[in-house]
């Protein structure tokens, strides 16, 4: 009985600990963005994340799919007022060379100039942390990637 309330227990800490949600400002769609990058960022270290470049090339293909104007080049510097950035973001290390742990952070963002105050403007966020994960999450990632794009999409 002991071991059966122990296992529902750590049942419930993981799915808390899993439970992810997105949201988007309703004004960002493809028709009030000049073009969008994707930026990736990888803070994963002992092969917990080992796909950066296919989660970047499914963003971009998603994005465009959804009819924004994807920019495939590097992202240096902010074009105009409707240039946007999806940052992607995971961090994550193995313990005991047995599971990874860690976080996924994503963002749409865009610089801003107003009143001589500089910024960025958050149109879109999301993250996760995770735990107990025996391989990579390689395909958490794209998970991840779609259900933004489609909360894009809406």
Known sequence: MKMKKLFVIASLLFLLATQVSAWTFKGFNP???SQIHVLIRDG??????????????????KLELAGFNVARDKFETWIDGSHFV????????RQNDRQCFGSIYAQIIRYTW???????????QTDNIF????GNMNQASLNFV????KEISQ
Not at 118 to 124: A, P
Not at 146 to 149: K, R, V
């Open 86 to 93: 999806f940052e992607y973001y995971v961090n994550a290390t």
């Open 131 to 134: 735990s107990g994960v025996t």
């Open 114 to 124: 107003v009143n001589n105050m500089e910024g960025y403007f958050l149109v879109g």
């Open 44 to 61: 994963a270290t002992k092969g917990c994340w080992t796909n950066m470049s296919e989660v970047k090339r499914y963003t971009e293909d």
């Open 31 to 33: 028709n009030n963005v």
């Open 146 to 149: 779609e259900m933004i794009i």
